[in-house]
């Protein structure tokens, strides 16, 4: 059996969450789903064996970063980074807009595209939105994202429309030039994404521009940029909603475990951030009882796991002394092992997300898991 280029089923609604099924070529995605960063053809510090035992569907990869190392040219002659990285399923890559404008002032934005010096070695380079589906294309990416401007925030209104009026003329180039490439459009997906900053008219237009394109998918862009937890969840309590209901809605760059469990309430289906990755090999845990920092004096004879409630291979076997020991003698097996249990943190929350929703108890699910999760602090 042929399996299909993108097919998304939603299988059970909880208020507005919801959970379902993205089937793709290279398999299944359960939504909600959270996906981690493979910025560099890695996930850092793990295996892709060990992230897909921990429960992950599909991975991110990186754009900029690996149009620069090892490039995207040389990635097709290899064979693609699933090949090349040894992951035989989905891989959703960025754009590399969120990159390249992070840049600053290495970084110029016209109407064409963004030059900008490379970070590595002070080279130039152009990505425009033909670009941008030509690298994505190369590296053989399932879903591919459109060339966006992340809007900065804050933004003046001027400032938001504009940038949000941009995207979507990037959003349209993208597609065109992502249909343009017939072979790799026949087995791949593109999304959409969302602007418009903190305005809930100018996210409205930008919702409206890429329905009228269309997409498989629709991210939200422009959050998780330092506007906190309560304006981010104010702008879910109306953007999802502003997205087609039959398509999957991707929440990009977010986050931490509650704010997972905010969004998805709000009917957000995906999510990524570094946050589990780069935090383990900074010697933090993520935990039930909320983050834990292992250099902490009082795990030094510490025999319990990192987390009681846990099921992964590294509290089943490892106890806090030893990872404190490992992490403070800068031992690369304490990175690898705090990673390996912040990965299967994030995919037993998801998991843990959507069977609740499958069984209409998703917000008795949320209310204890921010209980113990904060301390006391339930609003989601």
């Not at 507005?16 to 053809?41: H, L």
Request: glycine content about 10%.
């Amino acid at each position: 059996m042929t399996r299909p280029r993108f097919d998304f089923t939603i299988a059970a609604t909880d208020g507005a969450a919801r959970t379902g099924t993205i089937a793709m070529r290279r398999g299944d995605i359960r939504t909600p789903a959270f996906m981690p960063v493979g910025t560099a053809a890695t996930v850092k510090a793990m295996r892709p064996a060990e992230v897909r035992a921990a429960g992950a569907d599909i991975i991110l990869g990186n754009t900029y970063h690996l149009m620069l190392r090892p490039g995207a040219e040389r990635m097709a002659r290899v064979g693609g980074l699933h090949k090349f990285m040894g992951w035989d399923r989905p891989i959703l890559t960025d754009s590399g807009g969120y990159q390249v404008m992070s840049l600053g002032k290495l970084a110029k934005l016209t109407e064409n595209g963004v030059t900008f010096a490379s970070h590595r070695d002070g080279s130039k380079h152009l990505i425009t939105p033909e670009r941008s589906m030509e690298i994505q294309r190369l590296l053989g990416s399932d879903i591919v994202m459109v060339f966006d401007e992340c809007t900065p925030f804050p933004a003046t209104p001027e400032q938001a429309e504009a940038s949000m009026e941009r995207s979507m003329r990037w959003a349209l180039r993208s597609r065109n030039a992502f249909d343009e490439g017939v072979e790799h459009a026949e087995r791949a997906a593109l999304f959409g994404i969302q602007q418009g900053s903190m305005d809930a008219g100018l996210r409205a237009r930008s919702a409206d521009a890429l329905q009228a394109i269309g997409f498989d998918g629709y991210a939200i862009g422009g959050l998780a940029v330092g506007e906190g937890q309560a304006s981010m969840f104010e702008v879910l309590d109306y953007a999802p909603g502003q997205l087609p209901a039959d398509a999957p809605r991707y929440l990009m760059g977010v986050g931490k475990p509650d704010d997972i469990v905010g969004a998805v309430l709000r009917g957000i289906d995906m999510f990524d951030c570094v946050l589990p990755t780069r935090s383990g090999r900074n010697g933090q845990a993520f935990t039930h009882d909320g983050p834990l920092n292992i250099t902490n004096a009082r795990f030094a004879e510490d025999e319990g796991p990192l987390d009681g409630d846990c099921a992964c291979p590294v509290c089943a076997q490892d106890s806090r002394a030893y990872l404190q020991h490992l992490v403070r003698s800068d031992e690369i097996l304490g990175a690898m092992l705090m990673t390996e249990h912040n990965i299967w943190f994030y995919q037993q929350l998801m998991a843990g997300l959507r069977a609740a929703i499958a069984e209409g108890r998703v917000t008795a699910f949320a209310a204890a898991f921010l209980l113990r999760y904060r301390g006391g602090l339930t609003s989601p």
